[in-house]
């Protein structure tokens, strides 16, 4: 007889991670609820077509619903018992947390609470939950590793996000609960958000308008192509961590707490590449030249990322290697595909 399918909830189905995820995991044959808010931060009908995709699937189902909304949740966590939760629904984007922080606060730190509340009462196997690479801040020291301290937050977003790795930390300890927390490194990728500069950048170019470049385009990123990231996600959630007797016992290498089984995992491509190469290769893809329009710095963005990706590998064996190239190239092909352009 076969082992029934596992059953992961995810939160942010119809958004640009998590639809991948699912999409993933699926096609391994695991039963996927979604749940999603369907927030109008940016185009509905995106996140509507990604939903549709994977309801195709019948291993699938999804709930609309805000993540404050905790009765719903609980009812939805209820009916369906997962084995894992992995929480990605959140209110992302740095720039828009310079206009409207209280939203991070509701979405990223109240629901992440409530998403957390669901782990403990259902006593899962393990949850896996999104932070990002801007928890480092101000750190200057890279390539960017786990063990850092990461204390100098520039922007509500990165903050909000820092306090789930803390609350996190604090329920793992409590309650025993298996908890991995993961730092992504600016995602791009086929079904993108439009407010990532992939997507701005080819949209602008393809119609003809100027694209912003910020602090005149001398900014570094570890850009990490999503199926890459979705495949950590997947061998991550199998790297159950387990509280260690004496902290002695845990490698230099690892980020495990000595006091809880909560670990920081990095997911990013291990390379920095100049904003400028990124911006001659989507040229180059579009076979079209940029009207360049070369900005200062914006508040709260960082000159750089980089990750150090040896804890991933150590403990999954992989790290992501997809070159900017390549992912830029078929981003471009959906691109071109989805909008008709």
Do not use: C
């Not at 639809?19 to 039963?31: D, N, P, S, T, V």
């Not at 984007?93 to 509340?117: H, Q």
């Amino acid at each position: 007889m076969h082992e029934k399918p596992r059953k992961v909830l995810i939160t942010g189905t119809a958004g640009f991670i998590g639809f991948h995820l699912a999409k993933l995991l699926l096609a391994e044959g695991f039963r996927v609820h979604g749940y999603d808010g369907m927030t109008d931060y940016y185009d509905v009908t995106l996140k509507q077509r990604r939903h549709a995709t994977l309801l195709q699937n019948p291993n699938f189902s999804a709930t609309e619903g805000m993540l404050e909304d905790s009765e719903l949740l609980d009812r939805i966590a209820d009916d369906f018992v997962p084995d894992v939760i992995v929480h990605l629904a959140a209110q992302a984007g740095v720039r828009y947390s310079l206009e409207n922080p209280r939203a991070y606060i509701d979405a990223n730190i109240v629901g992440t609470f409530n998403v957390m509340e669901v782990a403990r009462r259902l006593e899962v196997q393990h949850l896996l939950m999104a932070s990002t690479s801007s928890v480092y801040g101000a750190n200057e020291d890279m390539p960017f590793t786990e063990t850092e301290k990461a204390d100098t937050q520039l922007t509500i977003y990165a903050a909000t996000k820092k306090a789930t790795e803390s609350m996190g930390h604090s329920y793992a300890h409590l309650w025993n609960l298996p908890t991995t927390m993961f730092r992504f490194f600016t995602v791009y990728g086929t079904w993108g958000r439009p407010d990532l500069a992939l997507y701005k950048f080819v949209d602008a170019i393809l119609d003809g308008r100027p694209i912003d470049i910020y602090n005149h385009g001398d900014m570094y990123r570890d850009f990490t192509y999503v199926d890459d990231l979705v495949r950590g996600i997947r061998l991550l959630i199998d790297a159950v961590p387990v509280r260690p007797a004496t902290r002695e016992d845990i490698p230099e290498w690892d980020s495990l707490s000595p006091a809880a089984p909560f670990r920081v995992v990095n997911i990013g491509n291990s390379d920095k590449v100049r904003l400028l190469d990124f911006i001659d290769a989507i040229e180059e893809t579009l076979g079209q030249k940029a009207t360049r329009n070369y900005m200062e710095m914006q508040k709260g963005d960082v000159p750089a990322t980089w990750a150090d990706a040896t804890l991933l590998q150590n403990l999954t064996g992989y790290r992501p290697q997809t070159d900017f190239r390549d992912g830029i190239a078929r981003f471009v092909e959906w691109f071109r595909e989805y909008y008709g352009k």
